[in-house]
């Protein structure tokens, strides 16, 4: 099941077709709020505007995406697209744009709603016979992306077939066992806080995907998922600014 916005024409150059996967089929548990919070309304701005709308907002702005998929709670597809085009500014973006908007279900986990996104584009991009090439994913509760990051990011992925945004650690990072004791002191100067959207070959992130749904693991991001399966991953300059939502005192 899925809600599509109607297209022009799809976005192609001769560097091929990009695609997203907005992130938005969590619980939200650490927000401890009865709504999502990718459904919440950010602080200072205008009426409609939501935490996942304002995401979603600037990878439009981009234009350079064919294909925007954002996963949902199962059943909460119609809720996820009435939040996101309460902000008027979504629907002005789309007319015109070229870019195919999608919601799909998520699964119980990141990794499987990933992947259900990814057999969605895959299957969208075979009825309009348009290869996809690269695909970025996001977390639909990192609203601060600038679109500036969006495009080094796009550009990055061009040149290395995998990119992931991050900046350098600022404070000392220890790895401990659960009793406390400290086992590894790690050097801050190889210590990166990474980020979204990652970017990815496409072909190649539905193949490891494949590989990955058949792991018995759990699998923290997709850059683990690639670089367990095809390739190593490279950091790009990202921004500190580019915080995620995950409690109250963040917003």
Known sequence: MMMRIPICTMKTNKEGVFAAVITAAGKSRRMKTSIKKEYLPLPGRETGVTVLSEALFKFLQSNLFSI?????????IRKAAETVFFDTRIKKALQGSGTDLV?????KERRASVFNALLKLEELSKKRAVTVSYV????GARPFVSVNLIKAVCSGVKKRGAVIPGFGAVDTQKIAEPSGKIVTHLKRSAVYAVQ????????????AHKKAALAKKVYTDDSEIYSE??????????????KKITFQGDL
């Open 68 to 76: 925007i998929v954002i996963t949902v709670p199962k059943t909460g």
């Open 103 to 107: 919601f799909v279900h998520g699964g």
């Open 136 to 139: 970025l994913v996001h977390d």
């Open 196 to 207: 979204t959207p990652q970017a990815f070959r496409f072909k190649e992130l539905v193949e």
């Open 229 to 242: 399966f095809i390739a190593p991953v490279f950091i790009c300059e990202g921004e500190i600014e580019n």
